[in-house]
């Protein structure tokens, strides 16, 4: 099993910059793809990035390509969001997820692992 707890949100005007902490505790991290999720009020929870176990390939929801990277780290069991350029439509509460694959997938469905989440507002 994987535990998650998420970090770092926070208000921040547009055009700022956040970065996102997700702690993982549990022996199947390492072999654990990663994703984030956000969820606004009123919509349904949709994909923002996700990382292969090895951190070697990532994938980008459109709307957040260019403007936010995630990356881990294996040794400290940490995955990570870099929020640039911040936009008001990025408001939500962001979640961070892990599978039982090394391998990720677009589909929170696909997500055994969830943390409680952090909130992000975004003030334009």
């Known amino acids: 099993q994987v535990q998650l707890v998420e970090s770092g949100g926070g208000l921040v005007q547009a055009g700022g910059s956040l970065r996102l902490s997700c702690a993982a505790s549990g022996r199947t991290f390492v072999n654990s793809a990663m994703g984030w999720f956000r969820q606004a009020p009123g919509k349904e929870r949709e994909f923002v990035a996700a990382?292969?176990?090895?951190?070697?390939?990532?994938n980008y929801a459109d709307s957040v390509k260019g403007r936010f990277t995630i990356s881990r780290d294996n040794v400290k069991n940490m995955v990570y969001l870099q929020m640039n350029n911040l936009k008001p439509e990025d408001t939500a509460v962001y979640y961070c997820?892990?599978?039982?694959?090394?391998?990720?997938?677009?589909?929170?469905?696909?997500?055994?692992?969830w943390g409680l989440g952090t909130q992000v507002t975004v003030s334009s």
């Open positions: 990382i292969t176990w090895s951190g070697l390939s990532t």
């Open positions: 997820a892990a599978r039982s694959s090394r391998w990720p997938h677009l589909s929170s469905n696909e997500y055994e692992y």
